[in-house]
């Protein structure tokens, strides 16, 4: 038998460039939308800066894995998460980014 295993990605399109290149806010940004998930980081946050921009971060997690990253010079960002726990729900994970982030265009769905 299978594991449970829920996988979505997202696209932000049009999303300010300033917000997704700097890592702190950019760190902030997604830990908000981690902890309204209820998800758990099981280590540290690992972020590495591109040069001369854009950002990969990494979240291990309890429940599995969340990625993102950025380009901020086209104004866009993607997030990939994975869970393995079907106490958790990604289905407010599009709303969420949106709130934290404003993007102009946003596809957010399972995979």
């Known amino acids: 038998m299978r594991p449970f295993i829920a ?6 399109e ?7 290149n700097n890592p702190k806010l950019f760190l902030q ?3 908000a939308v981690a902890k309204k998930l209820h998800l ?6 690992h972020i590495h800066c591109f040069k001369p921009h854009g950002l990969s971060l990494i979240f291990i997690l309890a429940e ?4 993102a990253h950025t380009w ?8 990939d998460i994975q869970v393995c726990s079907a106490q958790v729900s990604l289905k407010q994970l599009g709303p969420l ?15």
């Open 14 to 20: 049009g999303v300010d460039n300033k917000q997704i």
């Open 72 to 79: 901020p010079e086209k104004n866009f960002m993607n997030v």
């Open 97 to 111: 980014l949106k709130k934290q982030f404003n993007p102009t265009i946003i596809s957010c769905g399972p995979v």
């Open 64 to 67: 599995s894995h969340l990625a």
């Open 7 to 12: 996988h979505y990605v997202a696209e932000l």
């Open 29 to 31: 940004s997604m830990l």
């Open 40 to 45: 758990t980081l099981v280590d540290k946050p």
